[in-house]
């Protein structure tokens, strides 16, 4: 209750609602709401609300009907139904959040497919493999934002540690033997691969080219958003000034590339993930270091 106090004061009404939700649907599926009397509901509650209750009290008393308007509001209730614009969350359709997810997780994203076929084939057995707490929590706020009419990107955000945690206990499983994926699956991993280890190359190509000047970078432009077309100058001469780094980053995505198709073709799980994490972490540290 602490905590979702602290939630909601730091993003709203978000954080007690959406933690009560998945609290709830995860009881219902479980047939287990008389757990909801031990919760102390009330109290709890109450100290969830008086942190974040206290600060608005204080907002209201300073902005006044304008704060009211604009932060209560539009920025929470007709931002979510749709009934008011706001710039900073635009509106966009339901299946927004799909590509968005994809985008966001990549690049576990080659395994959501497979783990989705998995988890509906265990579905009886979702409690007994400990995974139908992350799976609610994923799904329900996953949902929650598909139906809001204003979505952001980041709004994901808290999805993402469930969809880690699902992974994570299908793939040590995987890993171990203790389950064995199906052939179907491993063609589609497979077939994930090449394509995945393709964009990779012509990436890391692309970008040990624009150090030695040419303008690699323009063949992205057609695909790309119009705020980041006009971003590609400024990363050009960013590649430019740091051409070594980039180099090297360029060599290590194309070898650890390779091993990673290699390593699903011969089924070598353990070295799919090492070479997956190291890639995803080698281009966390660059672009958080060099940009």
């Known amino acids: 209750y602490l905590c979702m106090g602290l939630a909601t004061l730091a993003k709203g009404p978000i954080g007690f609602l959406l933690p009560g939700l998945v609290a709830f649907v995860y009881l219902l599926l479980r047939r287990d709401l008389r757990r909801l009397r031990d919760m102390h509901l009330f109290r709890g509650g109450a100290l969830t609300l008086l942190l974040p209750g206290c600060w608005y009290a204080l907002a209201i ?7 009211v ?3 209560i509001l539009t920025e929470n209730l007709m931002t979510f139904f749709g009934w008011a614009s706001d710039p900073g969350t635009p509106s966009h359709s339901l299946l927004y959040v799909v590509p968005a997810f994809f985008g966001g997780f990549a690049p576990w994203s080659l395994f959501v497919v497979p783990l989705a076929v998995h988890l509906y084939q ?19 706020i996953f949902l929650f934002f598909m139906i809001a009419a204003g979505k952001r990107t980041v709004y994901l955000l808290p999805v993402y540690p469930a969809a880690a945690l699902l ?3 299908w793939w040590s499983r995987v890993s171990s ?14 077939a994930a ?3 995945g280890t393709m964009a990779i190359l012509v990436f890391a190509w692309a970008v040990a080219a624009e150090g030695s000047g040419a303008h690699s970078s323009d063949l992205f432009r057609p695909y790309l958003h119009h705020t980041d077309q006009e971003n590609l100058p400024l990363v050009h ?12 980053w360029a060599a290590t995505a194309a070898a650890l590339a390779l091993v990673f198709l290699a390593a699903v073709w011969r089924r070598r799980w353990s070295w799919v993930w090492t070479s997956l994490a190291t890639f995803a972490t080698s281009t966390t540290l660059l672009m958080n270091v060099t940009f």
């Open 69 to 71: 308007q604009k932060q």
């Open 167 to 169: 992974l994570g206990a």
């Open 237 to 248: 001469e960013i590649i430019q000034a740091h051409h070594l780094v980039f180099l090297a």
């Open 193 to 195: 691969a090449v394509v």
């Open 61 to 67: 008393m300073r902005g006044g009907q304008a704060f």
């Open 177 to 190: 033997g203790e389950w064995v994926l199906p052939t179907a699956v491993v063609a589609g991993l497979r």
């Open 122 to 140: 265990r579905r009886r057995q979702l409690e007994h493999d400990g995974v139908l707490y992350p799976l609610v929590w994923f799904v329900a």
